[in-house]
């Protein structure tokens, strides 16, 4: 016992013990990365009058921040073989706090905008490096719970942003929503220089991948994944607020994506040293976990969306009070999440991940069934179902992921998954919010059809609005122009409230169809856990790992 911890201490890997610090300093920057996502989003509207840009130039922080991010996080390997991962981890935490003061001190869009990249730019290895830190940290039989850890991060950051960001603009001021993130990253940073050790083969393997890049710099590759996931992320945001393909922008930018990514896959799969390692997908169990948790972060972060802006918009509720509602599935996932990871090793992926498809979707059907007249209370019972069917996807999607990954590889698929999981988020808010406005505007046309100013029902209600506005004042006339107003935005509410209906039951469909792919999900830990159980040999632990 005592040789295996000296010879783990001469190798310059983390004790047992020391897990929990290495999970702790290590999430305090993915965790500030995740809620940087959302907490802008409520703050906009006094960000755009302190420095007087309009509502779609304001679009453009979002832009800037997700471009930058997605473009890192498939080269935080690439990075991390020539300066290893911790250097690449505290360097891009510093950078992001850089941004975030930059954020807070800006005073025009442009100076904003570009703070925000700056932001992107640090954010986009946090969360790569995260997940492949804590997997290289926890022994196989806790990998279950490493990567709860993980999803508390990546999940619950953008759940709580919204209701953070509200608190902070109601009691202080927007520049606090980045000037916040200082004491937290420089704690981060001092946290992982202090009890985050670079395990001896990692370092070894990356030294020896960096010097066949050095000889093999695959320059190409970059630009062209540079050029066509900066292109593709730009559709994605701008897409549905520029009316798609009938704007020349979002045309070209399409056409600089699908060329530059076929460029870039066809680049990479014939180099001899690839800066992004795409034959990661081969591996079908890598591939089909990595796919679903697109899928789910795509109608995760659809929700996170809808939701708000169903309550703001149709229920009245304040931006604060919205944000509020959607607590308890935070709650729900941190007391969840946790218990997800233990059973991991226990209860099969394939299970857990058809029980989390399952609640989500019946927590999508259900609130397929919300009306104008739902309440908070209302609210609550769907959002708790939802936030454990998240916890039971998001733990065993990462886990078995990675779970036939090689050790020396894993920033490599970590990289990869959460790209994809981006995009993911991305395109469900593009896709769902494009289906939004079409089925708003199809629906209100619908009703209006039937509007007809000689229908009883109709002629009834315009009188008895006409009569409530001549109660308050207004002259026969002014009160018939005002009662038709109101009923027109009773007809748009009520169109508004069919199409979110229509939503709602798409994204639980989507997540019923996911349930064939879980028979791909074949997990070695899980395997190597269960023989543990039976007393049977397994596979010899991987380099590093101390067995107690």
């Known amino acids: 016992m005592s040789m295996m911890r000296s010879t783990a201490g001469a190798l310059g890997i983390e004790r047992p013990d020391d897990k929990w610090l290495v999970a702790a ?16 989003n409520v703050a906009l509207p006094q960000i755009r009058g302190s420095i007087g840009a ?30 290893g991962q911790k250097r690449v981890y505290i360097f891009c935490l ?31 290895a946090l969360q790569p490096s995260q997940m492949a830190i804590l997997r290289q940290t926890f022994p196989p039989k806790e ?13 619950i950051g953008p759940a709580i942003g919204p209701t953070l960001g509200g608190w902070i603009v109601d009691n202080w001021s927007w520049p606090w929503i980045f000037f916040i993130n200082l004491p937290v990253g420089i704690m981060g940073i001092l946290a992982t220089n202090r009890f985050v050790h670079e395990p001896a083969d990692i370092r070894a393997a990356n030294r020896a991948q960096a010097d066949l890049m050095r000889g093999n710099l695959d320059w190409q590759g970059i630009v062209y ?13 701008e897409g549905n607020r520029n009316d798609w393909f009938a704007s020349r922008a979002i045309t070209v930018a399409a056409f600089l994506a699908a060329t ?22 081969r591996d079908g169990t890598f591939a089909s976990a990595t796919l679903i948790g697109g899928i789910m972060f795509a109608n995760l972060m659809a929700n996170m969306f809808l939701l708000p802006v169903y309550m703001q918009e149709l229920l009245g509720f304040t931006a604060l009070k919205s944000g509020m509602a959607l607590v308890p599935r935070a709650l729900i996932m941190m007391v969840v999440t946790p218990i997800v990871g233990r059973l991991y090793n226990r209860v099969s992926p394939r299970l857990l991940v058809a029980i989390g498809l399952t609640c989500v979707a019946m927590g999508s059907v259900d609130m397929g069934h919300f009306t104008l ?33 090689p050790r020396t590889q894993l920033t490599d698929a970590s990289g990869l998954n959460s790209l994809v999981r981006q995009f993911g988020g991305s395109a469900g808010l593009a896709i769902y919010g494009t289906l939004l406005d079409q089925s708003t505007t199809r629906s209100t046309a619908a009703l209006a059809a039937h509007m007809d100013p000689y229908r009883p029902v ?6 008895m609005l006409t009569k409530g506005m001549m109660a308050h004042g207004m002259d026969a006339f002014s009160a018939r122009t005002a009662a038709l107003k109101v009923l027109a935005g009773l007809v748009a509410r009520q169109g508004m409230m069919i199409a979110f209906e229509k939503i709602f039951m798409l994204t639980g469909f989507m997540m019923l169809a996911l349930l064939p792919l879980t028979f791909f999900l074949r997990s070695r830990d899980h395997e190597d856990a269960a023989r543990e159980r039976k007393g049977t040999p397994g596979e010899a632990p991987a380099p590093g790992v101390i067995i107690e």
């Not at 300093?25 to 990365?33: C, E, F, K």
């Not at 954020?103 to 730019?121: D, F, I, N, S, Y």
């Not at 530059?260 to 997908?281: C, H, I, S, T, Y």
């Not at 609210?379 to 990462?398: D, E, M, N, R, Y």
């Open 458 to 463: 109709v002629v009834e209600r315009l009188a």
């Open 94 to 124: 510093g950078l992001f706090l850089v941004g975030s003061m930059a954020c807070g001190m800006a005073r025009t869009l442009t100076q904003l905008v570009m703070a925000r990249a700056l932001q992107g730019l640090g954010a986009g």
């Open 143 to 155: 990998q279950g719970m490493a990567m709860a850890i993980f999803g508390m991060v990546v999940v």
């Open 25 to 40: 300093s290590i999430s305090l920057g993915a965790m500030m990365a995740t809620i940087d996502i959302s907490i802008v």
């Open 54 to 83: 309009t509502i779609d130039q304001m679009t453009a922080l979002g832009t800037s921040f997700a471009i930058a991010q997605v473009i890192v996080m498939p080269l935080t390997a690439f990075l991390g073989r020539f300066f």
């Open 225 to 237: 994944m540079s050029v066509g996931l900066a292109s593709l992320q730009y559709v994605l945001q």
């Open 373 to 405: 007249q739902t309440s908070s209370a209302g609210i609550v019972f769907t959002l708790l179902l939802q936030g454990i069917g998240f916890s039971c996807l998001f733990v065993p999607l990462t886990t078995v992921a990675l779970s036939h990954v």
């Open 260 to 281: 530059g990514l076929v460029a870039f896959v066809v680049q990479e799969l014939r180099a001899k040293a690839p800066a992004v390692n795409l034959r990661m997908f």
